[in-house]
């Protein structure tokens, strides 16, 4: 199993720009999520997926958007870059079969808008 | 509103002396805890958790946390702190009931330093 992957691992975006951050999963879990990680602030949930074809809004969704086609891949669009979206992004999964309930992450990818 | 906090945003310890990193949390139902790791440039690994049974859970790499559901803390301990266990530490609470989606609620996190 390889987990969680992400791409890229770095992205320098002009303000204005648009791009996809790419997560997918080859555990075969049904939720994947997205979060941001600024300094002190923890991780906060952008959006979420509970299967493929739904998803729903986190706590700072605003200037993101996702689609959940597959059950293996959760990408990560940003319509048009900010540097407040300077940041590095983390994508994560997990399933509740067997009670485990903990969430694996991706090695992240980090952002700076200029 | 739920909310979990680490009230310390680093933690020193000596090598081969005990730690604590401290968690507390606010959420209605009852709740699911988690501890993660961080080491620089990586992304985010589980150590333990909390979902029912004993207070006292371990985990991963001689980690262990207690709940107290009377105090609303979940805190990490280990007996004996090594330097490769410098890294940053996330607290995360997820409520457990009808409707939920299983969204966690992450600390701001502790950096935890270790000197030999």
């Known amino acids: 199993n390889a987990g969680v992957t992400q791409t890229p691992k770095f992205q320098v975006l002009k303000t204005g720009q648009s791009m996809t951050l790419q997560c997918a999963q080859d555990?075969?879990?049904?939720?994947m999520s997205w979060y941001r990680q600024d300094p002190g602030m923890g991780l906060r949930l952008i959006h979420y997926?509970?299967?493929?074809?739904?998803?729903d809004q986190g706590e700072v969704p605003n200037g993101y958007n996702v689609s959940r086609s597959t059950t293996e891949d959760f990408p990560l669009r940003l319509l048009s870059a900010a540097p407040s979206q300077t940041s590095v992004y983390f994508c994560?999964?997990?399933?509740?079969?067997?009670?485990?309930?903990?969430?694996?992450f991706g090695p992240g990818t980090r952002l700076t808008v200029t | 509103a739920q909310s979990v906090a680490q009230p310390e945003d680093q933690v020193n310890v000596a090598e081969g002396n005990p730690l604590t990193v401290k968690c507390t949390y606010s959420?209605?139902?009852?709740?699911?805890l988690f501890w993660y790791v961080q080491y620089p440039n990586r992304g985010l690994q589980f150590l333990l958790k909390?979902?029912?049974?004993?207070?006292l859970v371990k985990g991963s790499y001689g980690f262990e946390a207690e709940f107290n559901k009377s105090q609303t803390s979940f805190h990490l301990k280990k007996p004996s702190a090594l330097v490769s266990d410098s890294a940053l530490y996330f607290c995360?609470?997820?409520?457990?009931?009808?409707?939920?989606?299983?969204?966690?609620?992450f600390g701001q996190g502790t950096t935890l330093q270790v000197k030999p």
């Open positions: 995360a609470v997820r409520v457990h009931g009808s409707g939920n989606t299983g969204k966690l609620i």
């Open positions: 555990m075969n879990h049904e939720y």
């Open positions: 994560a999964s997990r399933t509740d079969r067997g009670n485990t309930y903990e969430q694996y």
């Open positions: 909390y979902i029912t049974g004993d207070n």
């Open positions: 959420v209605s139902g009852n709740p699911y």
């Open positions: 997926s509970v299967g493929a074809g739904i998803t």
